[in-house]
């Protein structure tokens, strides 16, 4: 853990897990986290720990003392309250490592599916600029010898790879620039945002899935820890960053609060379609929307997961192809003619 930044999911979700254990075995939570803090294997752990241990044996409560660190988010802080007030704590931990966990593989899944073609594109402008700026001028003095002359599209090929050369340094310093300022945009919150809103706009259904699975395990907490919809949903609107979904859950958090059903209101939001819809339904005339919502968020991740995997089958083999008929278009507009001289030579 570091207690710099907001802790990242799967180490909230690690502290949750490690937390609902020791507490479910009845052991104080002072003690509990002393276990932790002896447990910890990096030293940034230790201290972040240590600081919680100083809060409780203070008397502050776990709310509390979390708030302190400024390193747990306000979600987070603001469940376990609700757990400690209700005596409830330790299903808010368990409750709190599910919904974390989740928000982790989505996450992986999601930068697993950028960094993938990222890293093939990559590869796909090297090849290219190494054939441009290495391999077609050999082609050219060869051509110069013979006597011959290069196609049109191998000599344009080969002028940009000589204004790459010239400009190699220029280019360099706008790839390490642009690097830069991801990296810095990376650790504030309004860049995260940024870069967060560039990809959904970029992979606009995946992340309406994205959105809708975080939603349902957020009311799936909320459910789970004793609250009625009304406050579920005004706690769960804060997480939500998709604007799309924002804009249906605050429609559905003015429906509900004016008096409509809470299911009607989904229905009528669209927050949920189809089968998720008639699922909520079901659940809520049960009386077990808590377990429903649970699974909808797992049926979401699963098609997450789904659709992150068939986006990658897809740009392999299309990344591959395209990488073939460029470099295939250049070699051979460079090779024919020189066969074409070669053969009137001989």
Known sequence: ??????????????????????????IPLSEAVMILKDDAETESAKKLLGRILDKLEMGSMLAEALKETGVFPVYMTQMIEIGETSGRLDHVLDSLHRYYEREDNIGKSAKSAITYPAIM??????????????????????????????????????????????????????????AAIIIIMRLTPGGRQSLIGFGQRLFRTLSDRMAAAKFASGMAL?????????????????????????????????????????????????????????????????????????QIADDYEKEVDDRLDNL???????????????????????????????????
Do not use: H, W, Y
């Not at 802790?7 to 909230?12: K, P, Q, T, V």
């Not at 110069?144 to 940009?160: D, I, K, V, W």
């Not at 024919?336 to 070669?342: A, D, N, Y």
């Open 121 to 178: 594109l990559v590869i796909l402008v090297v090849i290219i600029i190494i054939l441009v700026t290495k391999v077609l001028p050999i082609f050219q003095q060869v051509f110069n010898t013979l006597g011959g002359e290069m196609t049109p599209l191998a000599q344009g090929a080969m002028r940009f790879g000589e204004a790459i050369s010239n400009s190699s340094v220029v280019i360099v310093i706008v790839v390490v620039a642009i």
């Open 312 to 346: 990658i089958s897809i740009i392999e083999p299309t990344m591959v192809a395209i990488l073939c008929v460029i470099v295939g278009l250049i070699l051979l507009s460079a090779m024919l003619p020189l066969l074409g001289v070669m053969s009137s030579i001989m």
């Open 222 to 294: 909320m459910l789970a820890s004793g609250l009625d919809t009304d406050r579920s949903v005004e706690l769960t609107l804060p997480l939500m960053t998709n604007p799309a979904m924002r804009d249906k859950v605050d429609k559905l958090k003015n429906l509900t609060e004016s008096g409509g059903s809470f299911t009607e209101s989904v229905v009528a939001t669209k927050v949920f379609t189809g089968m998720q819809a008639r699922m909520l339904a079901l659940g809520f005339k049960s009386g077990n929307l808590d377990n429903v919502m649970e």
């Open 1 to 26: 853990m570091a207690n710099k930044f907001l802790l990242s999911a799967e180490e909230l979700a690690a502290f949750s897990a490690q937390l609902s254990l020791t507490v479910k075995t009845g």
